[in-house]
């Protein structure tokens, strides 16, 4: 795995000032300078007779702002995904039951991805068969984890006891 000092100094950089700008900018003060900077410029207004030149100047500002905070919120937002993709496949990993195969899930198609999704609406009808949407299946073995999950084998499970008595 790459460290930070790894990477380009430009990369770096990059990284440190997209994440302090974004902490920035989604802080209130950061709201209440750019209203107030709006104010200010509807405010002057009639001193520049509202020329031309007056509302080029917020409509440049605004544009180059908004530019600029594209690549910020990306690189910001594609870190974040990176992120939690790892910490969702470190919880599938970790779990006996869940199925491996949704660890890095995300580099599928979009077809691929509708195929996986069939599977989920069919543990959803199975759980609604059963009047119990709170049963969770694996990917793998859906319809006889399902079985497993609430048929006789359930009971035993739960009471062994019982089960021995008979």
């Not at 409509?59 to 594609?78: K, R």
Request: hydrophobic letters at 40%; aromatic letters at 8%; a positive charge.
């Amino acid at each position: 795995m790459k460290s930070k000092k790894d990477l380009p100094s430009y990369a770096r950089f990059f990284d440190r000032l997209a994440n302090h700008i974004t902490r920035l900018s989604g802080k209130p003060m950061a709201f209440i300078a750019a209203f107030l900077l709006i104010i200010g410029w509807g405010l002057s207004g009639p001193f520049f007779k509202f020329s031309d030149t007056w509302q080029l100047v917020i409509n440049t500002g605004t544009t180059i702002i908004t530019f600029l905070m594209v690549f910020i919120i990306q690189q910001t937002q594609n870190k974040d995904t990176i992120a939690i993709h790892l910490k969702l496949n470190e919880l599938i990993a970790c779990n006996e039951s869940a199925s491996n195969r949704l660890i890095d899930i995300e580099h599928l198609t979009e077809e691929e991805l509708q195929i996986v999704k069939k599977f989920y609406v069919r543990l959803s009808e199975l759980a609604l068969k059963s009047n119990d949407l709170h049963s969770s299946h694996s990917l793998d073995d859906a319809e006889s984890n399902h079985e497993l999950k609430t048929g006789p084998v359930k009971a035993k499970l739960r009471n062994p006891s019982k089960s021995a008595s008979k």
